[in-house]
């Protein structure tokens, strides 16, 4: 299967795409988890993405996309891959397109992970004090749901246009929710 999750930062992305690597046995390829190993290990490419990470905007759609595109070539990804984190930008779509054009494959679902503004902003207050990311500041949390509404959000219409949009609820226990999504993905 080839499936994008896409939902707001804090809706729990990146502990569902864990959980749907483990059920689905295809590796779940998150673009701020590469981008963060890339901070640490302080590579140009950290160094880069780190300034916009820190301030709560996207990293521009050139690097990322080809980041990406690095990213699905390897053999892992061959059979299928979820995505978390991308795409984020209409532009990103479009390459993401051209992508998997290339490849002779296509999407099986793009499923949106829901959950309201006050819940997003708690879970993520939460998750600064557990692992004391860098961009979990209350302003740079405010930002990034700002960024999301006006850049991410309006995807889920392209996607519902093609036929490939399934909406789950993320708010719940994490076992709930993953079930939630294994049926919307059999569905
Ligand atoms: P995330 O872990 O998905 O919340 O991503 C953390 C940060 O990494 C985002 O706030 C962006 O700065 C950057 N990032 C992750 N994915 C993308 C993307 N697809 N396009 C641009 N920036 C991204």
Do not use: W
């Not at 998750?127 to 961009?135: C, E, F, H, T, Y």
Request: glycine share 8%; hydrophobic share 40%.
């Amino acid at each position: 299967m080839r499936i994008i999750l896409i939902g707001p930062p804090g809706a729990g992305k990146g502990t569902q795409a864990a959980r749907l690597q483990e059920a689905l046995h295809i590796p779940a390829i998150s673009t701020g988890d590469i981008f963060r190993a890339n901070v640490k290990g302080e590579t140009e490419l950290g160094k880069l993405a780190k300034r916009y990470m820190d301030a709560g905007e996207y990293v521009p759609d050139e690097v990322t996309n080809k980041m990406v595109a690095d990213r699905l070539g390897q053999d892992d990804a061959k059979n299928g891959f979820l995505l978390d984190g991308y795409p984020r930008t209409a532009a990103q779509v479009d390459e993401l397109d051209k992508m998997l054009a290339a490849a002779d494959v296509a999407l099986d679902a793009v499923v949106e992970l829901t959950a309201d503004t006050d819940e997003v902003v708690g879970r993520l207050l939460a998750r600064a004090q557990i692992q004391g990311r860098s961009d979990d500041t209350e302003d740079v949390i405010r930002h990034r749901l700002d960024v999301y509404a006006a850049e991410t959000q309006p995807l889920t219409t392209i996607y519902a246009d093609r036929g490939l949009l399934k909406q789950v609820d993320g708010l719940g226990e994490i076992d709930e929710v993953t079930d939630r999504l294994l049926k919307a993905l059999q569905a």
